[in-house]
């Protein structure tokens, strides 16, 4: 039997309605008074103007199934043709089991294969990767990725001094979304995907962290929110990820000027633009 590539079917997000301003945030914490940095300086090191956040109650796996009941509508497909459903995301709703099993209860779907993908920022695109994986193999005919965060319970705005808010500053704009993608078989030639490319280097964890939850801090509520060095970050993805472009490029053939859209990971607006440059 003929084996094919993948391709996605459907898009679609889901974003709570209140929004909150960078400015906003920064007029509270009172930088200026409070540690002497100057009011605007989050906004400038990320780029990030506003983001949502989601209502008391809301847990992630709500924001992922708004998101994924979107995505079905659109590839107009009932959740009982979904073979596959995953998970990923930073949040989850509870220690154990898997989220992906809470999704599916809210869904309505049943007797179907399900499991979380954890891998901070990477795990929607590593989620891609995977399903990709299966459904060439013939494994899976239609899969369902969904993503919910509700970081907004992990951000820490106890800002002491220039220190602490080098630690909290990426933490202080991070929002709550909900996003979800359908894939599916590929039969035609002139769509799909063309390559992909992963690294990571392990000994780097300790640059984005929330310690809180595993067996080194289980029950230490000091260490459940989210802290970042920021600029050990944009140096290392200077150095890591225009060699990782190349390397998809080269793999699909194309060159720089093929590419019609990027679409990037926001961890500060400088890292995009000197990532373009490279």
């Not at 002497?36 to 109650?57: D, F, K, N, Q, S």
């Not at 590593?126 to 459904?135: A, Q, R």
């Not at 992990?154 to 220190?163: A, F, G, Q």
Request: glycine letters at 6%; proline letters at 4%.
């Amino acid at each position: 039997m003929k084996r094919y590539g993948s391709k996605i079917i459907a898009v679609s997000y889901f974003v709570p309605e209140k929004i909150v301003r960078t400015s906003d945030i920064e007029e509270k914490l009172q930088f200026k008074e409070k540690i002497g940095v100057p009011y605007g300086i989050l906004e400038r090191l990320t780029g990030c103007r506003e983001h949502r956040e989601a209502p008391p109650g809301t847990d992630a796996s709500d924001l992922a199934v708004a998101a994924s009941r979107r995505a079905l509508s659109k590839a107009d497909i009932s959740i009982e043709i979904i073979d596959l459903i995953i998970f990923a995301a930073c949040c989850q709703d509870i220690y154990e089991p898997a989220t992906a099993n809470i999704i599916a209860e809210k869904l309505g779907a049943k007797k179907i294969q399900l499991f979380d993908i954890k891998n901070a920022c990477n795990s929607f695109i590593n989620s891609i990767d995977i399903v990709d994986s299966l459904i060439s193999t013939g494994k899976v005919k239609y899969g369902l990725i969904a993503s919910g965060e509700v970081a907004s319970k992990y951000v820490d705005y106890n800002i002491l001094n220039k220190d602490d808010l080098v630690l909290k500053a990426s933490g202080l704009t991070l929002g709550d979304a909900g996003a979800a993608l359908i894939m599916t078989e590929n039969k035609a030639d002139d769509d799909g995907f063309c390559a992909s490319h992963f690294s990571s280097d392990g000994s780097q964890w300790r640059l984005a962290t929330i310690l809180g939850g595993g067996t080194m801090y289980p029950r230490d509520p000091k260490m459940c929110y989210f802290l970042s060095d920021g600029e050990k970050i944009i140096d290392l993805a200077f150095k890591k990820i225009p060699p990782e472009v190349k390397k998809v490029l080269a793999e699909s053939g194309w060159t720089p000027n093929d590419v019609d859209l990027v679409i990037a990971h926001q961890v500060t607006i400088k890292i995009i633009h000197e990532i373009m440059n490279a």
